[in-house]
T-cell receptor, first 113, second 113 residues
Framework: EAGVTQFPSHSVIEKGQTVTLRCDPI?????LYWYRRVMGKEIKFLLH????????ESGMPNNRFLAERTGGTYSTLKVQPAELEDSGVYFC???????????FGNGTRLTVT | GNSVTQMEGPVTLSEEAFLTINCTYT??????LFWYVQYPGEGLQLLLK?????DKGSNKGFEATYRKETTSFHLEKGSVQVSDSAVYFC????????????FGTGTRLQVTL
């Protein structure tokens, strides 16, 4: 089966610009997670979708971040406007059921200059 | 709240050396514990896990034992290979938090010939 796919793999934007990250989960996986690793620090949870619904968005840093999962398939994470501290690696993971393992994508490395 | 502390890297070892990466945690309840690995250019992969006290997780020659009394889950391997060079993340999931992982900061391992 195809794994979790993230696009782009790397994005470099200027402060104030907008960037949209995309995650395609494994087909049939209802659970989708976004995580972020900023500058060599710990990987932090951002939010969790169950199908198209946001189950937990407690990790979203502020209202410049908007995540969507229309139709319960792929998900997008938009940062608008981007700030320098948003630089890092954004990981997406999908999961079929509650106690199933998480499958992670390769991540998107975002650099804000 | 939950937290994971792991030793800072980078850790540089010669091939066939013994590896220990320390990990301690703070959590309420009875968390499940994990080690994830990120090889260069790839996403996070589950390396091993343990779901209750005194359980030993093992995979690819790596082992870690869930020690409730010391709140630790140290990763060990008896003889490392160059191909083990990667970043290793200790993580936990607390009961009742779905699959919301709490990660440590990661430890980079570099194995040389």
């Amino acid at each position: 089966e195809a794994g979790v796919t993230q696009f782009p793999s790397h994005s470099v934007i200027e402060k104030g610009q907008t960037v949209t990250l995309r995650c395609d989960p494994i087909s049939g996986h209802d659970n989708l997670y976004w995580y972020r690793r900023v500058m060599g620090k710990e990987i932090k949870f951002l939010l969790h979708f169950v199908k198209e619904s946001k189950q937990d968005e407690s990790g979203m840093p502020n209202n410049r971040f908007l995540a969507e999962r229309t139709g319960g398939t792929y998900s997008t994470l938009k940062v608008q406007p981007a700030e320098l501290e948003d630089s890092g690696v954004y990981f997406c993971a999908s999961q079929s059921g509650k106690n199933s393992p998480l499958h992670f994508g390769n991540g998107t490395r975002l650099t804000v200059t | 709240g939950n937290s994971v502390t792991q030793m800072e890297g980078p850790v540089t070892l010669s091939e066939e050396a013994f590896l220990t990466i320390n990990c301690t945690y703070t959590a309420t309840g009875y968390p499940s514990l994990f080690w994830y690995v990120q090889y260069p250019g790839e996403g996070l992969q589950l390396l091993l896990k343990a779901t209750k006290a005194d359980d030993k997780g093992s995979n690819k020659g790596f082992e870690a034992t869930y020690r409730k009394e010391t709140t630790s889950f140290h990763l060990e391997k008896g003889s490392v290979q160059v191909s083990d060079s990667a970043v290793y993340f200790c993580a936990l999931i607390n009961t009742g938090t779905a699959s919301k992982l709490t990660f440590g900061t990661g430890t980079r391992l570099q194995v040389t010939l």
